[in-house]
């Protein structure tokens, strides 16, 4: 009956966010039914406890990097930036390569370090400028985004400093770059099928005479002040913005040390240096705007960040709601269950990847169900690893690969967020967007595969 609970929540939960409910009203409905139905005196402290904990521990990390990331999207599309950057895209690839030029972006910025969260407001207004050109329907969209943030970026090639990519690294003893050649055959394998898929979809909507759609919502501000920027000057911005944020990820424990104290509080600067390096990336990128487009932006800033910061803090509340709900289904008994028996998947590697998929997917988050899969099963992935003579870094890149996978279902955070950021809904974009998740979820046995038909790592 327990494991049922956890079963009949995670569906509840993914039904009302399809159907475009509001995931902050429904998340702690989800959460508190499951524990109402486990033992109902437990439902006041897993409220106060441990749902409101972790959404505001949540909001207290990350707000700042929401609300920068929203403000920074908003100041390049109003400085002309955004339009400059699609028209020298189009006529470097043409309309028919929008797409890829969407991933390639997504893909660069997230394997520069820019947080998934920050890539979509980043390069939303660019991205919807330059579907909105090639006339591709704007429904497509988030599928782009996600096949280039949320995919291979995020925890196949080797030395993403993507969290997904780093949790592994204190349960294997090994680094960001575990098992390159098995990341780039999957990551490779996500690229080739993922824009297969899209191209393929794009021609079917052409063929059926579909364009970007009319009203679409959320739309950027067309610019219409005057000559474009120039396209080095508009992609300045974005670029320093990935620099800076590699250059204070190791500047600031340098500087900082392990520990900074302000009055009574002390903060673990190791936790905190990519957060913090992120926000500084920002505000610095932000500067450089106003510096080389003042006028435009000035002219209509009051305006454009209050839409900004209001996208921001619903985006934000919405992902808080999704930790909150994949903390209280996790101390959930059905949850130890399901946990316990996925340990009965034969091989070593497929039962990793099918353990870290599944907690991913009920929690709604890569790096929640990775953290939870690890530190409850590690020791047992790695006294199979050596059983079966499979080098750790194997075991690495097959963990984070696979908490990428089935994390992306309709409650998870980060969809949540795109869809609220490009104003459509999970009946608009979901569909192909959980083809991109089939696509990742497929390229774990590809890795898997390729390991054992040839050993290479």
Request: glycine share 10%; charged share 10%.
């Amino acid at each position: 009956m327990s494991v049922v609970i956890v079963l009949a929540a995670l569906a509840f939960l993914t039904v009302v966010a399809y159907r475009g409910h509001s995931v902050v009203l429904f998340a702690p409905v989800a959460a508190l039914g499951a524990v109402l139905l486990t033992d109902p005196r437990l439902v006041p402290p897993a409220f106060t406890g441990v749902y409101m904990e972790r959404l505001a521990g949540f909001l207290q990390l990350y707000l700042p990097v929401f609300v920068l990331g929203a403000v920074f999207g908003k100041v390049v599309e109003l400085a002309g930036f955004s339009e400059a950057i699609v028209a020298a895209v189009l006529a470097l690839v043409g309309p028919r390569r929008a797409t890829l030029a969407v991933v390639l972006v997504c893909a660069v910025l997230t394997y520069g370090g820019v947080s998934l969260f920050v890539v979509v407001f980043a390069v939303y207004p660019f991205a919807a400028e330059l579907y909105r050109r090639a006339d591709i329907p704007k429904r497509q969209l988030p599928a782009a985004v996600a096949l280039g943030a949320f995919s291979f970026t995020m925890d196949a090639l080797p030395g993403t400093p993507q969290i997904q990519n780093l949790i592994p690294t204190a349960f294997f003893g090994t680094t960001a770059y575990a098992a390159p050649w098995l990341g780039v055959v999957g990551a490779a394998f996500i690229l080739v099928a993922g824009l297969g898929y899209l191209d393929w979809r794009r021609r079917r909507a052409r063929a059926a005479g579909e364009g970007y759609g009319a009203a679409p919502l959320n739309e950027p501000a067309p610019f219409d002040r005057g000559p474009l920027p120039h396209p080095m000057l508009a992609v300045l911005p974005l670029v320093l913005v990935g620099v800076l944020n590699r250059v204070l990820t190791a500047a600031i424990p340098a500087g900082y040390g392990p520990a900074a104290a302000f009055g009574p509080a002390t903060q673990d600067v190791s936790k905190l240096a990519a957060i913090w390096a992120v926000e500084g990336a920002l505000l610095v990128g932000i500067g450089s705007v106003f510096v080389l487009a003042w006028r435009p932006v000035t002219g209509r800033i009051a305006e454009g960040s209050r839409a900004a910061v209001g996208g921001a803090l619903l985006a934000a509340l919405n992902t808080a709601s999704e930790y909150g709900f994949g903390a209280v289904v996790a101390a959930l008994p059905g949850f130890r269950v399901i946990a316990g028996a996925l340990a009965s998947v034969p091989g070593p590697l497929v039962n990793e990847a099918v353990t870290v998929t599944t907690l991913a997917g009920i929690t709604g988050s890569a790096s929640g169900g990775l953290s939870i899969a690890l530190a409850a099963l590690s020791d047992t992935f790695v006294a199979n690893a050596h059983a079966a003579g499979i080098p750790l870094e194997v075991c690495h890149r097959v963990a984070a690969m696979a908490s990428g996978g089935m994390d992306t279902l309709p409650h998870n955070g980060a969809v949540i967020t795109l869809l609220t950021v490009t104003g459509l809904t999970h009946r608009q974009a979901y569909a192909d967007i959980f083809a991109i998740t089939l696509i990742k979820t497929a390229a774990v046995g590809v890795v898997i595969a390729v390991f054992h038909l040839t050993g290479v790592v």
